[in-house]
């Protein structure tokens, strides 16, 4: 089979790889669509993503989605055929995080397309996985195999807001208008946000964030606007961080309210990163950071499934797996693109 192997930043090779055998509770899957994500680019681009360095040649992706190719000894759950989004993350269930209902901190996670152990859990970007079957969350016939991996992305929304708390009737700011980003400002909208206000420094992202529900966009250069939300301490109830840098978290501590909430979600750099600390003492926020999910994946194959959400306009560059640097390349530049798949037929 082939696959997209990472051998140091920038040179992603489509090597030939035995194609992996479904073990007992396991299932082998055909991939068919694989999104790529902010940390596929960072690992392409910088050899790592946060503190997590490439130490060997490393299979990039985990978001996808596929049917199943054959089944493993004792599943009877799923059958050959079936169109599924797969799960990157398999918690072990036994650790004291995962008895505690945090699975998404289990002690002993193998989440696919990750360097955070060593050596590296593979990713998803290859024509054939082997996952358990619990991995799996059966999609409609008729859901197209890209949209079914927008499942992962989703999720991270999900419990982002989850962990927010209610946004009904809420003021809200989304600070980076990237993909994840976007799909938390569409999810904010459904779940009862009264007024959303975007910043980011691209305007395509702007106008991204416009169309999935904005009702304000910001560049974040308008300072004279920016400063005004912090003005009688604070203008936002809830303020999602998702860009990732520690200039955007410096707007979200500024721009919240008194007793507000922030939520981090984007990947800040590796180390220390400078930041306004004692706004969280001062304002009484409460500071929260969101880490990948947890039962929040089935419940976005679902949503996706049904209908209930559209992420089409995110969708706007598809490559073939042997083009992938050209893919990663697109990706990269968000005067271009917002959510770029790869596709294994």
């Known amino acids: 089979m082939l696959a997209a192997v990472l051998h140091e930043p920038q040179k992603l090779l489509i090597d030939e790889l035995d194609a992996p055998q479904p073990q007992p509770g396991q299932v082998q899957i055909r991939v068919r669509a694989g999104g790529i994500c902010g940390s596929d680019l960072s690992y392409y681009f910088k050899g790592k993503s946060g503190d997590f360095a490439v130490r060997e040649p490393f299979v990039l992706g985990h978001e996808v989605a596929g049917e199943i190719a054959a089944l493993g000894e004792g599943v009877s759950d799923l059958r050959v055929g079936q169109r599924v989004a797969v799960n990157p993350g398999l918690n072990c269930g036994t650790c004291r995080y995962c008895v505690k209902g945090m699975p998404n901190h289990c002690l002993n996670m193998r989440f696919m397309g990750s360097a955070s152990t060593f050596p590296h859990m593979q990713g998803m970007f290859r024509q054939f996985i082997a996952v358990d079957a619990r991995q799996c969350v059966a999609v409609p016939e008729g859901l197209d195999f890209a949209m079914a991996s927008m499942a ?13 708390g209610s946004l009904v009737g809420a003021k809200v700011l989304l600070v980076g208008c990237g993909p994840i980003g976007c799909i938390l400002l569409a999810v904010a909208r459904r779940a009862g946000a009264h007024h959303l206000v975007a910043v980011d420094l691209a305007d395509k992202a702007l106008q991204m964030a416009a169309t999935l529900g904005a009702d304000e966009t910001v560049l974040a250069n308008d300072q004279t606007r920016i400063d005004k939300w912090s003005q009688q301490r604070g203008t936002f109830d809830v303020v999602l961080e998702a860009s990732g840098s520690p200039a955007g978290l410096d707007t979200a501590l500024r721009a919240a309210r008194a007793g507000g909430t922030v939520i981090q979600v984007g990947n800040l750099p590796a180390g220390h990163s400078p930041v306004p600390a004692n706004l969280v003492m001062a304002k009484e926020l409460r500071y929260q950071g969101s880490f990948r999910f947890t039962d929040e994946y089935a419940v976005a194959a679902e949503e996706l499934g049904a209908h209930k959400i559209d992420l089409r306009p995110l969708m706007t560059h598809a490559f073939p ?8 390349e697109v990706a990269h530049d968000r005067k271009l693109s917002m959510k770029v798949h790869l596709h294994f037929d």
């Not at 797996?321 to 990663?328: C, D, H, I, P, S």
């Open 321 to 328: 797996l042997e083009e992938a640097n050209r893919a990663f």
């Open 152 to 164: 992962e992305p989703l999720a991270v929304a999900l419990h982002a807001l989850r962990l927010a």
